[in-house]
């Protein structure tokens, strides 16, 4: 089998942004875009040869041609050892794990995570380093410089593999193993969780529903609930991953995982309901009549999961991203465990985590994780909950409000203005940082600004800097306004504005507590003067 080096045009738009390089599936489907990308990441690194990779996606639109590519690039740059899941599946949070577990150089996961699927949806992929963390970014800065004047890919002229069934086979030199994409990942949760109490609060009556919003999660959610766990047949929904996510948004937030909210507002809902996003590294938590915000989650793990037998004495701290609310901030203080703040995007909790700085980190946009893999893992999450509950013995609506009772309640929103002009959008946030000096004493409604900053960040470990990550309101009554573009959109800009106040009466309706909040924000950021829409596109 030959390889050849065939010449390429870069393309200007390769810049990988919070999570990978996502696009539209038709810009990744113009002709060597892929190629480009895949060779541009080995490009910009050493040492590969002979080595194992770990390949796979959440199998959206695409991902069956794109594996195929990645595999020959890989093949032919001279890599021992490609381990992909069959149907070219894996989850990110099982592809993170595989990394280690192997060994392996990294790997390559191809997905646009919570973005929409389909043929006119995103496409996406992502290296995660040998320590299954997403690469940092000196390296994606690296690969970005790379893209942009890449001259040529290295490709192996090969039949495609067969990746239908599992066990080994050879792709010119490199061995390809192609293996079950839940099995190892299942046995991990095994070790981490009691299976056996969670069974218990299942036989008990405990009803549960998973939903994976027909992304990668179904086949890991079927493995674990249903056969693990003993959970009836049918409790996991849209469980086979479909390459348009059968027309769903695989976000799971209150927005697009609305049917979801629904059947839990019924009076027949089940006790307890979670869901996953495309990739499977985020979560949405839903109890009867209850959302449970992911700040919340975060607060709420943080005080038991220390508790648990795996993490018992071996919790080190907890990390938030910055926009995620100060909910967790109380419990630490409380608990006097070491809290980090971190700019939005998990990269940032790597390092953290690895040097056991922290055990539990977690965004406010549906991620959690601890050091068990360097990754977000939704299905993680959701058997920390159940662990959780089975081994306090509590109901969630209990954790809940035993959280709000100690410490008061963080009611908490987000306002996303998406696919607004990328140009507008930047104005926008240059005018409000002109305005950061002036703002403290300035008084908005009921409200003054206590102080206002742009956020930067320090790595505790390298050292390196991080400036411009999003800009922090204080506001008096514990209220805050924090507004930051989004890094992963592939359409113009998304303005993110994330509001919270705190209150000690924990049964006030969030619209209320935060309409003045979201009044002051409007004000100082005078949103319809430059987006030219006054309302948001989504509201979480
Ligand atoms: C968004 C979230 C961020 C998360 C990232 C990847 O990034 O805000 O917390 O880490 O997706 O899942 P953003 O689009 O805001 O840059
Ligand atoms: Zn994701």
Redesign the pocket.
């Known amino acids: 089998m030959d390889i050849t080096a065939v010449k390429t045009e870069p393309y200007q738009d390769q810049k990988f ?3 990978g390089l996502r696009r539209r599936v038709s810009v990744f489907m113009q002709k060597n875009y892929l190629q480009n990308v895949v060779q541009s990441i080995f490009d910009s690194m050493e040492g590969f040869e002979g080595k194992t990779l770990i390949v796979g996606g959440d199998g959206r639109y695409f991902n069956d041609k794109a594996i195929q590519i990645v595999l020959k690039i890989a093949a032919a740059n001279g890599f021992g050892r490609i381990i992909v899941g069959k149907n070219g599946w894996l989850s990110t949070p099982a592809l993170s794990h595989l990394i280690t577990l192997n060994e392996a150089f990294g790997g390559i996961i191809l997905t646009a ?2 973005n929409p699927g389909g043929k006119d949806g995103d496409f996406g992929i992502k290296f995660d380093t040998s320590n299954g963390a997403p690469a940092p970014v000196s390296l994606t800065n690296k690969f970005t410089q790379r893209a942009k004047i890449i001259d040529r890919f290295w490709w192996l002229d090969a039949p495609d593999v067969e990746l239908g069934n599992t066990g080994k086979k050879q792709l010119g030199n490199t061995t390809i193993e192609v293996i079950d994409p839940v099995l190892d990942y299942a046995n991990m949760m095994q070790k981490i969780f009691n299976f056996k109490a969670i069974k218990k609060l299942f036989n008990s009556g405990f009803t549960f529903t998973f939903d994976a919003m027909n992304a990668i999660t179904g086949p890991y959610a079927k493995y674990i609930f249903e056969e693990l766990l003993g959970l009836p047949q049918g409790s996991v929904v849209h469980a086979v991953p479909l390459p348009d996510f059968g027309h769903l948004h695989p976000d799971p937030n209150p927005v697009y995982a609305k049917h979801l909210v629904d059947r839990m507002n019924a009076d027949d809902a089940p006790d307890f309901a979670a869901a996953s996003d495309g990739d499977g ?2 979560y949405m938590i839903l109890s009867k009549k209850l959302f449970i915000t992911p700040s919340d989650s975060l607060a709420i793990l943080t005080e038991h999961l220390p508790n648990l037998a795996y993490y018992k004495n071996k919790f080190y701290g907890v990390a938030r ?1 910055m926009p995620t609310s100060n909910a967790v901030d109380k419990v630490t203080k409380r608990k006097k465990i070491p809290l980090y703040v971190t700019p ?3 990269k940032y909790f790597g390092n953290l985590l690895q040097s056991k700085k922290i055990t539990l980190c977690g ?3 549906f ?1 959690a994780g601890s050091n068990h893999v360097l990754e977000k893992d939704g299905i993680w999450a959701t058997l920390a909950w159940l662990n959780i509950l089975a081994q306090t013995n509590k109901k969630p609506a209990e954790l809940l409000t035993d959280l709000w009772q100690k410490d008061g309640r963080i009611y908490y929103i987000r306002h996303d203005y998406e696919n607004v002009n990328a140009e507008n959008a930047r104005h926008l946030m240059d005018s409000l940082g002109a305005q950061v000096p002036t703002l403290p004493g300035q008084q908005f409604g009921c409200l003054t600004v206590k102080s206002a900053e742009i956020f930067s960040y320090e790595d505790p470990i390298t050292k390196e800097r991080e400036s411009n990550q999003g800009i922090v309101i204080n506001l008096s009554k514990e209220a805050r306004v924090v507004a ?1 573009l ?4 592939t359409m113009g800009a ?1 303005l ?1 504005l994330y509001f919270s106040r705190k209150e000690k009466s924990y049964t006030d309706n969030p619209d209320e507590v935060l309409a003045p909040v979201i009044l002051a924000a409007s004000t100082i950021l005078q949103i319809s003067k430059y987006l030219e829409i006054d309302v948001p596109t989504a509201i979480i």
């Open positions: 942004g919070t999570s995570s919570h590294d985020r991203s939005t995007g998990w965004e406010e946009s991620g930051r989004s890094g992963t959109g998304t993110r």
